[in-house]
């Protein structure tokens, strides 16, 4: 998917799925909104919640069989913007070692898209992004996905702030 493809999709789930209400409901955030386009080209920032910096990402249900796990993009290799290719782990890394703004969380949905209008929300998974970067790259297997236009950073085996699955969350 294109920037402008991951994007539009991403803002649909923020704005019209249960995304509010779940991190409503678990007393952490109250209030959200959405970031600028430059804050995001540059800074990875997605979404403001009570003022804090997040960086979302929405991943769709494909494959019943295998255990999802929440993951940051990696590199867009077929970017026509060299500059583009190191994505999101990149990025958000120069600006923490720039000390500029960067997302504090991640929020990771994992999403059954029944229709184009029908959404569902399996799992949210908040991991705070410092963790992703006290571990070595060498600890993340990369994956790519299905149309190959990307690859991502399983964050398997860090910490995660909250873990909502379908009906429950766990803190």
């Known amino acids: 998917m294109?920037?402008?493809?991951?994007?539009k999709f991403s803002?649909?789930?923020?704005?019209?799925?249960?995304?509010?209400?779940?991190l409503i409901d678990s007393g952490l955030f109250l209030r959200y909104k959405?970031?600028?386009?430059?804050?995001?080209?540059?800074?990875?920032?997605?979404?403001?919640?009570?003022?804090i910096p997040v960086q979302y990402r929405n991943q769709l249900f494909k494959l019943k069989n295998i255990e999802y796990y929440p993951t940051i993009r990696y590199k867009r290799e077929h970017n026509i913007h060299q500059c583009?290719?190191?994505?999101?782990?990149?990025k958000i890394k120069n600006c923490i070692?720039?000390?500029?703004?960067?997302?504090?969380?991640?929020?990771?949905?994992l999403i059954n898209k029944?229709?184009?209008?029908e959404l569902d929300i399996l799992k949210l998974i908040i991991?705070?992004?410092?963790?992703?970067?006290?571990?070595?790259?060498?600890?993340?297997?990369?994956?790519e996905n299905y149309d190959k236009s990307s690859s991502f950073l399983v964050l398997k085996n860090i910490p995660y702030l909250m873990d909502y699955k379908k009906g429950r969350i766990k803190k």
């Open 2 to 7: 294109s920037y402008q493809e991951d994007k």
């Open 11 to 22: 803002d649909m789930i923020v704005m019209q799925s249960d995304f509010k209400k779940i």
């Open 34 to 51: 959405l970031s600028t386009k430059k804050e995001d080209i540059e800074n990875c920032i997605d979404l403001y919640i009570n003022n």
């Open 84 to 90: 583009r290719v190191e994505s999101e782990y990149f």
């Open 97 to 109: 070692d720039n000390n500029k703004k960067y997302p504090i969380y991640l929020i990771w949905c």
């Open 114 to 117: 029944k229709t184009d209008t």
């Open 127 to 143: 991991v705070d992004i410092k963790e992703i970067y006290k571990k070595p790259l060498s600890h993340f297997k990369e994956i």
